[in-house]
């Protein structure tokens, strides 16, 4: 019973480097989402999708890229890391709205 | 405005009061209005949700109250216990399945 698996927990990328974070869901739920929580801060929603195949933008979404070709897996990527990107990234899946995060993935830029 | 005001930001309760915690948006096409609960090092976890055209959900020691016309919503947990000290996030999902969170709050309910 993993719910929302989010790999890597951790990640130190130097400025301009690109990486993939990756979100896997288990219980075949058509709605995902990446949020990014600074600290002391609330969640900013990056990128949804309602479906495989399906993406669209949400309210922090320059920097980042998404793709969504399997209902279980919806992978975020960083291009030219930058400082301002240093954050804790949580995916998250649902049946409408967010009903399971992961534990999300902490990341520096240096 | 795809906006989702929360207050107070940190709040202080004694064990077996009451925790309020407000939030209120203006875009009449949010359609639906979920609480997460968040405990540090952790992804947030759905709490309690309600739809605008109920006026009140209660579920255990949580209620949310909903006040439409207002456009404003509010978490009540009844009986607080030091162990709902936590971080508490309103938000509200738009009509395009845009789900926008509120800054928080920060509860801690002290024995």
């Known amino acids: 019973n993993a719910g929302v698996t989010q790999t890597p927990k951790f990640r130190i990328l130097k400025i301009g480097q690109s990486m993939t974070l990756q979100c896997t869901q288990d219980?075949?739920?058509?709605?995902m989402y990446w949020y990014r929580q600074d600290p002391g801060m609330g969640l900013k929603l990056i990128y949804y999708?309602?479906?495989?195949?399906?993406?669209d933008k949400g309210e922090v979404p320059n920097g980042y890229n998404v793709s969504r070709s399997t209902t279980e897996d919806f992978p975020l990527r960083l291009e030219l890391a930058a400082p301002s990107q240093t954050s804790v990234y949580f995916c998250?899946?649902?049946?409408?709205?967010?009903?399971?995060f992961g534990d999300g993935t902490r990341l520096s830029i240096l | 405005q795809q906006q989702v005001k929360q207050s107070p930001q940190s709040l202080i309760v004694q064990k077996g009061g009451i925790s309020i915690i407000n939030c209120a948006y203006e875009?009449?096409?949010?359609?639906?209005f979920p609480w997460y609960q968040q405990f540090p090092g952790k992804g947030p976890a759905l709490l309690i949700a309600?739809?605008?055209?109920?006026s009140e959900k209660k579920e255990g020691r949580f209620t949310i109250s909903f006040n439409k016309s207002a456009k404003q919503f509010s978490l009540h947990i009844m009986d607080s216990q030091p162990g709902d000290s936590a971080t508490y996030f309103c938000?509200?999902?738009?009509?395009?399945?845009?789900?926008?969170f509120g800054p928080g709050t920060s509860l801690s309910v002290i024995p």
């Open positions: 309600i739809r605008p055209d109920v």
């Open positions: 999708s309602v479906g495989a195949g399906i993406t």
């Open positions: 938000a509200a999902k738009t009509s395009y399945d845009k789900v926008i």
């Open positions: 998250a899946s649902g049946k409408g709205t967010p009903q399971h």
């Open positions: 219980m075949n739920h058509n709605y």
């Open positions: 875009n009449t096409a949010f359609d639906y």
